[in-house]
């Protein structure tokens, strides 16, 4: 018996060795997912006038192969608990009323290097679900948030936590987007 533990364990450390970004994270969740864009529009006057955007790279999550067809792949994203899920066509989009998302590969140099994904939720109240986040009809200007993101596909979840700038007005609107990167030297350079 004690063998078999040992063949197990040595094989789980070859998984983990092997493919570090699937067994990455708290819970089982990848950290495959980087988020390069992100903007989160809040319209504390009118219901129904909020939006997400956002843009992120999936690396080793799904095949990069020129065959691969999407067709049918379930798609999940959920930004600070606003979740929307997504079945892919041909071409790697679905449209659902004012959600949409788009998972297309991405390619430097000729070598296939992950898949970009670009969600849009648009015309929904989020303000609600967003308020955990710290994205609440208060008046601040250019405040620190940060947001969880996960994009999930076939059931495979891949987290990353966005640093977000928050600016709103009490009573009117509010929006948090990305932090901006400074090039140089300087604090906060890339």
């Known amino acids: 018996m004690r063998h078999r533990v040992v063949i197990v364990l040595t ?27 992100m903007s989160i529009k809040l319209n504390f006057a009118k219901p129904a006038q909020d939006s997400i955007t956002m843009t992120g790279l999936l690396v080793g999550v799904l095949p990069t192969t020129p065959d691969y067809d999407p067709t049918g792949l379930a798609v999940s994203i959920d930004v600070g608990g606003v979740v929307r899920v997504f079945t892919l066509d041909a071409k790697g989009k679905s449209k659902i009323n ?5 998972v297309k590969l991405v390619r ?24 955990d ?8 200007t250019n405040e620190p948030r940060a947001v969880q993101v996960r994009v999930s596909t076939s059931g495979i979840p891949n987290a990353a936590q966005v640093q977000l700038l ?5 009573g009117k609107s509010g929006k948090a987007s990305n932090v901006k990167r400074r090039r140089g030297g300087g604090p906060g350079a890339r």
């Open 98 to 102: 004012y959600d949409q998302v788009v």
């Open 133 to 140: 986040e710290g994205l609440t009809d208060v008046t601040v």
């Open 166 to 170: 928050y600016k709103a007005t009490q």
């Open 11 to 37: 094989s789980l450390a070859m998984l983990l060795a092997l493919a570090p970004a699937r067994f990455a994270g708290a819970g089982g969740v990848s950290t495959a997912l980087t988020v390069s864009k």
């Open 108 to 131: 430097k140099h000729g070598v296939a290097v992950g898949h970009q994904v670009t969600a849009k939720i648009a015309r929904a109240s989020l303000a609600t679900d967003l308020a």
